[in-house]
């Protein structure tokens, strides 16, 4: 039998595997610095809800990608120190980030994280790989209907121009 016809733990990484976990990994080290910032300006319960549900998704996405990268001997991507925690009412308005844009950004990172997740499973031939990105990919999908519902609700939904067909004269 062939080298990748065991135990897919003990099958090597390709170099297309370890770019995506470490680049999706750096990748979230660079959003909960943010997210972290954004909790501190958000004045909505619900969004400060959601950064804080996204801050443990990702540290708990980075547990299991530094596993596996520790596993298979490669060096961890730098990580950002924790954000103190400030109220909202301590920065100055003008300084402050307003929730529709802290919604807006967290919009677009969460289609972004799909896409990422997507292609790690494409490019995964280790199936424990392609099933850890296939739950990363499920729990984003979630978060962003999450997301999608208190935009709406909230009214910070910004839809891109609307088409309509034409109506067709018999």
Not at 13 to 31: P, Q, R, T
Not at 96 to 108: G, H, K, L, T, Y
Request: proline share 6%; aromatic share 6%; with cysteine.
């Amino acid at each position: 039998m062939g080298i990748l016809s065991g135990n897919s733990k003990d099958e090597p990484l390709h170099d297309g595997e370890v770019f995506g976990a470490w680049s999706y990994m750096i990748s979230n080290n660079g959003l909960l610095s943010i997210y972290q910032a954004f909790i501190n300006h958000a004045g909505d319960k619900e969004l400060k809800s959601m950064l804080e549900e996204a801050v443990r998704t990702m540290k708990d996405e980075n547990q299991s990608i530094g596993e596996l990268l520790k596993e298979n001997g490669i060096a961890l991507p730098p990580a950002l120190p924790d954000r103190p925690v400030a109220s909202a009412e301590e920065i100055p308005v003008g300084a402050r980030f307003m929730d529709p844009e802290i919604s807006a950004v967290i919009s677009v990172n969460a289609a972004q994280g799909l896409v990422a997740c997507s292609l790690v499973m494409g490019q995964a031939i280790r199936e424990d790989i392609a099933l850890m990105f296939g739950q990363f990919h499920a729990s984003k999908a979630l978060f962003g209907a999450k997301l999608l519902r208190l935009n709406k609700e909230k009214a910070w939904l910004v839809p891109p121009p609307l088409h309509y067909a034409p109506t067709v004269a018999k």
